[in-house]
């Protein structure tokens, strides 16, 4: 049982990273960013908030980050392991996570180049129903028919904060508040740095540092 925490930029990738590495070793993919769009879907009053936090690109109250990451780390299947993507967004955030006594095995810090995310986020298109990622403008991550899911032939959608406007605003948000993080897990010494790469090299690189665990 491993625990293991991806750290990127918007739209680098860690989602698609998280689901192939779920998918081999067996652990469980707990993306902040889906239990809140979740969320917003159920059209709660809270949604409300939720969504003009993303559309604006700010992060979402630790309060409510943290509630929703401490009820979904106690469903049953995260003991099997976890992959969290999108948590910790801030030192506070990580500050927290260590107060629950669960322990991290690997940070994976996936790094890249502003440019090639602003590529990603102009061709981002994700499932309506299973949340595949696909991008339009990218010969190998596209879906085999235009804007229909590959796995479930579901409707693919854009993204309320993927357009440039709101990618600059996340991206600052990313600057200024998640990359203290990095610091804090390199002091621990549990960081990993992968580097700028294609998905499937960013995935054998993971794969090589996690081997059989
Ligand atoms: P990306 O990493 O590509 O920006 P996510 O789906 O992980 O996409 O996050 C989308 C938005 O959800 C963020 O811009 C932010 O508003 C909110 N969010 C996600 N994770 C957190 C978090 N840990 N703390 C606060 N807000 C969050």
Redesign the pocket.
């Known amino acids: 049982m491993k625990n293991i925490i991806l750290i990127a930029p918007?739209?680098a990738g860690?989602g698609t990273q998280a689901d192939m590495l779920c998918y081999k070793y067996n652990l469980v993919h707990i993306?902040?960013?889906?239990l809140?769009r979740e969320e917003i879907k159920k059209g709660s009053e809270i949604g409300h908030y939720l969504e003009s936090?993303?559309k604006s690109?700010?992060?979402?109250k630790?309060k409510i980050?943290i509630d929703l990451l401490h009820n979904r780390l106690n469903e049953n299947d995260c003991k099997k392991g976890f992959i969290l993507?999108?948590?910790?967004?801030n030192l506070n955030?990580a500050e927290q996570l260590d107060k629950m006594n669960i322990k991290i095995d690997y940070v994976f810090y996936l790094d890249v180049e502003k440019e090639v995310l602003i590529n990603r986020i102009t061709g981002r298109v994700v499932c309506s129903s299973c949340g595949t990622v696909y991008n339009n403008l990218i010969e190998t991550l596209k879906s085999k028919q235009e804007n229909i899911c590959d796995k479930c032939n579901s409707e693919l959608i854009k993204r309320i904060?993927d357009n440039i406007e709101t990618f600059e605003n996340?991206y600052e948000?990313y600057i200024n508040e998640t990359q203290p993080i990095i610091d804090f897990y390199r002091n621990k010494g549990i960081l990993y740095d992968i580097k700028q790469l294609e998905k499937q090299e960013v995935f054998e690189e993971i794969v090589k540092i996690l081997g059989d665990i």
Not at 57 to 60: A, C, I, R
Not at 85 to 89: I, K, L, N, Q, T
Request: zero cysteines.
């Open positions: 918007p739209a860690k993306s902040i960013g889906d809140l936090q993303m690109g700010k992060l979402v630790d980050i993507d999108g948590f910790p967004r955030q904060d996340r948000t």
